[in-house]
C-alpha cells in the first residue's frame, strides 16, 4: 500500500485537548492513502502523559533536547588529560629507553664473548698469545679480534673520526678531561660493526699475571647521545690469564679481587661515573638506577 504524509499539522487526540496541550507538544501524524490513522509520534518538553487515544498510537513523550558538554568542561578534561601525560610519558619514555640500553649491552657482551670464543678456537688460550708491549693496540686487536667482527667501518688506531662518538661524559653528566672526552685517538683501535655499534680497543701497559691485558669500549647506540658511561656506553677488561673477558665492575685491575657490590651501586648513581655500571647491569638484567 503506497503511503504518503497528508499532512504536516499535529494531530491530536480529543482526550489530549481534553486534558488541556501545552505549547511545548509537538505531534506528529501520518495517514495512508485511504485516509485511515497511521502512528503518531510525539515529542514533548513538557512532564505529561502519552497520549491514550485509541484512534492514535505514540511513542511516548521524548526530550527534544540532548544535554551536551559545554566548552568549560571539554577544557577542563583537556587539561587533566595533559596534566597526566606529562607526569607519566616522561618516564614511559625513560623507562623504555633504558631496556633499550639494557638489550644493546646484552648484545654486545655476547658479542665480545663469540669473539672470544673464535679467537681461542684459532690462536689458543688467551694467556698463551703474544700479546705486544708499547701502547699501539693494532697488533693485538688485528690479530686477535679483528677477524671476528663483523665490520661496518674501521678506522683503526688514528685519529679518524666518525666510528666512536666525542664528547663522552660520567654518568653525573660531568665533562672528561680533553684527553679522555674521546676515544678517536691513536691509543684506541676503533670499528663499528653492523648492527651500529661503536667500539674501541685501548691496550692495557701493565704486565702483571692475571691483570687486565686490554679494554674494550662500546657505545650500544653509535654515535647517539647521549654518549654516557652507564647509559649507552659501557667497559670490559680483558684478563688472559684466568677470566677471559669481563664487564667492568666484576674485579680490579689485578684480575683476583671482586669489586665490593657497595662500591658498584655508588658508582652507578646519580653522582657516580658509571664506569663499574656494564656489570650492575648485566647481572640485573635492568638498569636500576
Known sequence: MQRECASRQPVVGARALAQGVKMGDVGISFRNSTGAKGFTLSCNTHSSAPSTEPSQRTFGPRPCHVRAFTLAEVLLTLAIIGVVAALTIPAVVTKVTKDQYVVGLKKAYNTLKAVEREAIQEHGEMANWDWSTGGDPTADFERYFLPHFDVLKNCGATTEKGCFPEGI??????????????RNTIRNYRIVTSDGMSWAYEKS????????????????????????????????????SNLGIKPHGSYVWNGITPIETSEVDDDCSASGSGWYCAAKVLAESAMNY
Not at 219 to 237: Q, S, T
Open 205 to 240: 701497559s701493565n704486565t702483571t699475571p692475571l691483570a687486565s691485558r686490554g679494554f674494550f669500549y662500546v657505545d650500544v647506540n653509535g654515535l647517539k647521545g647521549p654518549n654516557r658511561y652507564g647509559r649507552d656506553i659501557f667497559y670490559f677488561d680483558v684478563f688472559p
Open 169 to 182: 661524559t660520567w654518568l653525573d653528566g660531568s665533562s672528561w678531561d680533553t684527553d679522555s672526552a674521546t
